[in-house]
């Protein structure tokens, strides 16, 4: 059973910022959000996580809700090597659950 | 890949025959990790590991057995492999924070 719900598929233009959307309305409260990317089928790739509060990295930034309910993933501005399928966990416990992803298309 | 090899990276066998997938990490992390990958899912975890000779199942552990015998080396076993085993395997370690660091994959064709 997925914990997550994201857009099966996204566009977004070179050099913009790519927001991705992800719903997880179940979520508890010692419950953290991770998003992971996989170019092609290479090993997915840890991008951020956060608990409740906003977390920003070299990579990314992480929008949580205050109810928690949903978050964003936003790449600042995202280049063709972005191009990947992200996916949005919630980890429970030491368990990863992972959804379908949203596969994003970053177009030149 | 955050010193995770996963070996083979590719295997073709045939129905019935015994597999073994290794997972070996140079980061001494507690926890690993097997998840298979198949068209149309997301990563789905068959066993996990949480030191050595300690293992618990996954929610698609059926037909897989692991073994931990030393930190660095976490084996996933398909004792007669079936053709609904043809999957990509991912290894995967986590350190104290949780954050789990994926191997390169390994492609598993089952005939």
């Known amino acids: 059973d997925a914990k997550t719900t994201q857009p099966p598929s996204m566009d977004c233009a070179e050099g913009r910022a790519a927001n991705l959307p992800c719903n997880h309305s179940t979520i508890s409260g010692n419950e953290y959000v991770y998003w992971y990317r996989q170019i092609h089928s290479q090993g997915p790739q840890y991008i951020i996580h956060g608990l409740k509060n906003n977390e920003t990295n070299e990579m990314a930034s992480l929008i949580i809700t205050e109810d928690r309910k949903s978050s964003t993933l936003i790449l600042p501005h995202a280049t063709l090597r972005d191009t990947a399928v992200y996916y949005c966990?919630?980890?429970?416990?030491?368990?990863?659950?992972f959804g379908t992803g949203t596969s994003l298309t970053v177009i030149p | 890949d955050a010193g995770i090899t996963q070996s083979p990276r590719h295997k073709v066998t045939e129905t019935g025959t015994p597999v073994t997938l290794r997972c070996h990490q140079t980061e001494n992390h507690r926890y690993m990790y097997w998840y298979r990958q198949d068209p149309g899912h997301g990563l789905r975890l068959i066993h996990y590991s949480y030191g050595v000779k300690d293992t618990d199942k996954g929610e698609v552990s059926d037909g897989y057995s692991v073994s931990r015998s030393k930190t660095e080396d976490f084996l996933l076993t398909l004792e007669s492999a079936t053709s609904s085993q043809t999957s990509v395997y991912f290894c995967?370690?986590?350190?104290?924070?949780?954050?789990?660091?994926f191997g390169p994959g390994t492609r598993l064709l089952v005939l």
């Open positions: 995967a370690i986590s350190g104290p924070e949780q954050t789990q660091y």
């Open positions: 966990i919630v980890r429970t416990g030491n368990q990863f659950y």
